[in-house]
């Protein structure tokens, strides 16, 4: 079974930056395109960065040039830099597989993060 582990979510002020981690079981990442995912109160959860196998990443406009989404195969683990962060990226963030998102999977607990202005 996949699993998969949010952190790094906190409070910043307008500008600030953070880091976000989700260690992910087994081979996943090498295999499998990862996705990062927000929600913020009273909207849909959106796709804020996506990381395919061989390394190409996916941005929306949102927060093209702010997110960079990476990974490290080694630690298992699927990284998300947030900088220049603004007050509408408040949210709760998760990390998953696409292909289980779009076939409708299962969602983690996420790392809250909240920006103040």
């Known amino acids: 079974q996949v699993q998969v582990v949010e952190s790094g979510g906190g409070l910043v002020q307008a500008g600030g930056s953070l880091r976000l981690s989700c260690v992910v079981s087994?081979?996943?990442?090498?295999?499998?395109?990862m996705g990062w995912y927000r929600q913020a109160p009273g909207k849909q959860r959106e796709l804020v960065a996506a990381i395919a196998s061989g390394g190409t990443t996916n941005y929306p406009d949102s927060v093209r040039g702010r997110f960079t989404i990476s990974r490290d195969n080694a630690k298992n683990t699927v990284y998300l830099q947030m900088n220049s962060l603004k007050p509408e990226d408040t949210a709760v963030y998760y990390c998953?597989?696409?292909?289980?998102?779009?076939?409708?999977?299962?969602w983690g607990q996420g790392t809250q993060v909240t920006v103040s202005s």
């Open positions: 087994g081979n996943i990442i090498r295999l499998n395109t």
């Open positions: 998953n597989l696409v292909s289980s998102v779009l076939r409708g999977g299962y």
